[in-house]
């Protein structure tokens, strides 16, 4: 009669002790070699973030940052642009004949959609949707002017149209994160202002699954997030005289006390100021603000206040958050 011998106990430690987040991190860059193999889908990717954006270069100087971070830890991040900014200033001489024209001039639009492919490759962004399609939604100009009033810009647009269309991505990327302006758009621009009623609606519409059937399973993401400027930030750029010291003349500050998460981009700040020059129409990074403001070490940190979802205290100055995807 044989005898075996008593199998060795497996070692197999505690679940306790297994740390979830290096196993997240490991399993998030196999994907992301993968997909350039095969098809995979967004769920193959442990962490989705998903960023709604007004006009092209507001994603970089606003949240570049952030992206190039959650790129660099192998993230999906989508970043989702409302309008082509047809409308906005053109500060380079060298392309100042772009500069609108008229309610149907289009160029500068076209034109901006170049630089923004370029500024997403220099952020690492694979993912990247014009909402409804380029030029769908175009550019309603700064709040009070006559442009405003155009039937085809985003500010005029029919919530049944945007609101779909964000669910219908936020459905295909089911991102855990969103991210967008507050209620004032940052600083009162009608487009912003739009992203944010917008974003707010499709972040609750998403998961309704009574809500458009035909656009996809419905998706709850966990936690919305608006982009934030503490008032320390302000007052700084004051200091610097980037910024007027009259307070009407300026962006809306946050206090430091309610801001929710803080990303600290400083590493990440190389592939911001690339995707910056990416734009070149609308910044200038040889003079004035942006060439101030990218020298001053405060701009790489980007700040966010939760609107929606689950507040977890962090370990930072006033509990703050240093990952937006922060678990317990
Ligand atoms: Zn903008």
Known sequence: MTT????EPLDTGTPQQVDEDALLADVAEQVDDLEQLVDITPLDHPRRILLVHAHPDDETVGTGA????????????????????????VVDPALADLASTGPDDDRLGEHRVGELAAAME????????????PGRFRDSGMMGEPTNDDPRCFWQADEADTVGALVGLVREFRPQVLVTYDANGGYGHPDHIQAHRVTTAAFDAAGDPAYAPAL???WQTSRLYHTAIPDAFLQR?????????DESQRPRGVPDSEIDAVIDGTAQMGAKVAAMRAHRSQIDLTQGLWHALVAAPEFAIENYVLASGDRLPGDGEHGWQSDLFAKE
């Open 4 to 7: 075996f011998p008593e199998p």
């Open 66 to 89: 952030t992206i190039a971070r959650y790129v660099e830890e192998h993230a999906l991040v989508v970043v989702v642009t409302c309008t082509r900014g047809e409308l906005g200033e």
């Open 122 to 133: 220099a952020l690492g962004v694979r993912e990247h949707r014009f909402l409804g399609g």
């Open 216 to 218: 996809g399973e419905p």
């Open 237 to 245: 750029a004051v200091e610097l005289g980037v910024l007027p010291a």
